[in-house]
Nanobody, 124 residues
Framework: QVSLVESGGGLVQAGASLRLSCAAS????????MGWFRQAPGKEREFVAR????????YYADAVKGRFTIARDNAKNTVYLQMNILKPEDTAAYYC?????????????????WGQGTQVTVSS
């Protein structure tokens, strides 16, 4: 059983940056592909970014491409989401997810483990 705990959320102004962290425990971290999802109030949960097991391959949703960067540190069992040039529409609860598959699914429920989420609020 893998446990995922997100941190780093907060309230910031538009244009600011935040870095989210997701610490994993209970499994072999490097054997999981990892990623982030988000859910804004009244909206469906959506895929944000994913990273391969070794960290060499990444993929982003169009809405965040060029502003967000996902990375992982397998020695620290942690995946990060660096978020730059934040916009009010980035306001959401952000969730970390892990998958045994080669690549994390962009469909939230198709993955294997999920964190409890961390709130990001961007004011205009």
């Amino acid at each position: 059983q893998v446990s995922l705990v997100e941190s780093g959320g907060g309230l910031v102004q538009a244009g600011a940056s935040l870095r989210l962290s997701c610490a994993a425990s209970g499994g072999t971290f490097s054997s999981y592909s990892m990623g982030w999802f988000r859910q804004a109030p009244g909206k469906e949960r959506e895929f944000v970014a994913r990273v391969s097991r070794s960290g060499d391959k990444t993929y982003y949703a169009d809405a965040v491409k060029g502003r967000f960067t996902i990375a992982r540190d397998n020695a620290k069992n942690t995946v990060y989401l660096q978020m730059n040039i934040l916009k009010p529409e980035d306001t959401a609860a952000y969730y970390c997810a892990a998958s045994r598959r080669l690549f994390l699914s962009r469909s939230y429920d198709d993955n294997d483990y999920w964190g409890q989420g961390t709130q990001v609020t961007v004011s205009s």
